[in-house]
């Protein structure tokens, strides 16, 4: 039953990297690819809970893992949000295919 | 038998409301979509026993898309979803992408023949973690201090909205043409 549980988790975790890496790929809007990428790292937080839980629950690198993971999502927020207020102060710009010259 | 049903239906939960993130037409809709899907996920880290990390998720992403709302509000087109549109750019390959990390993640899951589990879960999980970053993961901890420090830095650089040069000009030997002098004697 505990594998079990583990897999059903993990198959959840899965589908929210999917669908994030989706969002992030697809949307034109700064603020949703963000979204995207905070999708990703959800699913990242969901699996290290259940390696956690349901592998090794007697050793804390599971936990130290989303407790990165956490830390992780913030500072995408924060340089992300930065970011944009940057670009849009500049140029007025809230689309990421506007901003396609930064590409280099 | 019981945590796998509340699970399977909190995960349901969480991947439903994440897939709503890129359906919805409101800006504001979807970031409250993407804060249920993390209350999903945080109330089923509570259910594995970590009280202290399934709290911080929730209380953290509560704040977090407050946050991303105003910034919705005041930064995008179409906040409220009055005018249906869509804003993708290469729909059908991101969907190719989402759908093998998806199906080649969960072959994984599937396939791999997972450990026994070693023993049970500690009495207070929150104690462990903190007696670990505190003793062997001190070295995680330096590094997360040092990258929120820089993060603040940085974030603060780009969104403050005018610059050392934007007072000085190219000149910085020069004084400012600030209204209020700075210093002392005024």
Redesign the interface.
């Given at each position: 039953m505990t594998e079990l549980t583990l897999q059903v988790v993990l198959t959840v975790a899965a589908a929210l990297v999917g669908t994030g890496l989706f969002g992030a790929l697809s949307q034109q809007s700064i603020v949703m690819v963000m979204m995207g990428l905070e999708l990703v790292v959800n699913g990242v937080i969901l699996a290290a809970g259940a390696a956690w839980a349901y592998l090794t629950p007697q050793l804390p690198g599971a936990q130290v893992l989303v407790l990165v993971a956490t830390v992780v999502m913030a500072v995408e927020m924060a340089m992300g949000f930065s970011v944009a207020l940057a670009i849009y102060r500049a140029r007025q710009v809230d689309t990421v295919d506007a901003a396609e010259d930064l590409a280099g | 038998?019981t945590?796998?049903l509340v699970?399977?239906v909190l995960?349901?939960a969480?991947?439903c409301t994440?897939?709503l993130?890129?359906v919805v037409d409101s800006?504001a809709r979807?970031?409250f979509s993407?804060l249920a899907?993390?209350l999903a996920?945080g109330v089923?880290?509570l259910l594995?026993?970590?009280a202290y990390?399934?709290l911080?998720?929730i209380l953290?992403m509560t704040i977090?898309m407050a946050?991303?709302a105003v910034?919705?509000i005041m930064?995008?087109?179409n906040p409220a979803g009055l005018m249906p549109m869509t804003?993708?750019?290469?729909?059908r390959?991101?969907?190719v992408?989402?759908?093998v990390?998806?199906v080649v993640?969960?072959v994984g899951?599937?396939t791999v023949d997972?450990?026994d589990?070693?023993?049970?879960?500690?009495a207070d999980?929150t104690a462990?973690?903190g007696?670990?970053?505190m003793g062997?993961?001190m070295l995680?901890m330096i590094v997360?201090g040092v990258?929120?420090l820089a993060?603040?830095v940085?974030?603060i650089a780009?969104?403050t909205?005018r610059g050392r040069y934007d007072r000085f000009g190219p000149d910085l030997d020069r004084d400012p043409d600030d209204p209020v002098r700075g210093g002392l004697p005024r």
């Amino acid at each position: 039953m505990t594998e079990l549980t583990l897999q059903v988790v993990l198959t959840v975790a899965a589908a929210l990297v999917g669908t994030g890496l989706f969002g992030a790929l697809s949307q034109q809007s700064i603020v949703m690819v963000m979204m995207g990428l905070e999708l990703v790292v959800n699913g990242v937080i969901l699996a290290a809970g259940a390696a956690w839980a349901y592998l090794t629950p007697q050793l804390p690198g599971a936990q130290v893992l989303v407790l990165v993971a956490t830390v992780v999502m913030a500072v995408e927020m924060a340089m992300g949000f930065s970011v944009a207020l940057a670009i849009y102060r500049a140029r007025q710009v809230d689309t990421v295919d506007a901003a396609e010259d930064l590409a280099g | 038998m019981t945590e796998l049903l509340v699970l399977a239906v909190l995960g349901a939960a969480a991947v439903c409301t994440g897939v709503l993130v890129f359906v919805v037409d409101s800006m504001a809709r979807a970031t409250f979509s993407l804060l249920a899907s993390f209350l999903a996920t945080g109330v089923a880290l509570l259910l594995m026993d970590l009280a202290y990390l399934g709290l911080l998720t929730i209380l953290m992403m509560t704040i977090e898309m407050a946050i991303m709302a105003v910034f919705m509000i005041m930064l995008m087109m179409n906040p409220a979803g009055l005018m249906p549109m869509t804003m993708v750019h290469n729909t059908r390959g991101s969907v190719v992408v989402g759908v093998v990390a998806f199906v080649v993640l969960t072959v994984g899951v599937w396939t791999v023949d997972w450990p026994d589990r070693p023993g049970p879960r500690p009495a207070d999980a929150t104690a462990q973690v903190g007696e670990a970053i505190m003793g062997d993961y001190m070295l995680v901890m330096i590094v997360v201090g040092v990258v929120l420090l820089a993060t603040m830095v940085a974030g603060i650089a780009l969104a403050t909205h005018r610059g050392r040069y934007d007072r000085f000009g190219p000149d910085l030997d020069r004084d400012p043409d600030d209204p209020v002098r700075g210093g002392l004697p005024r």
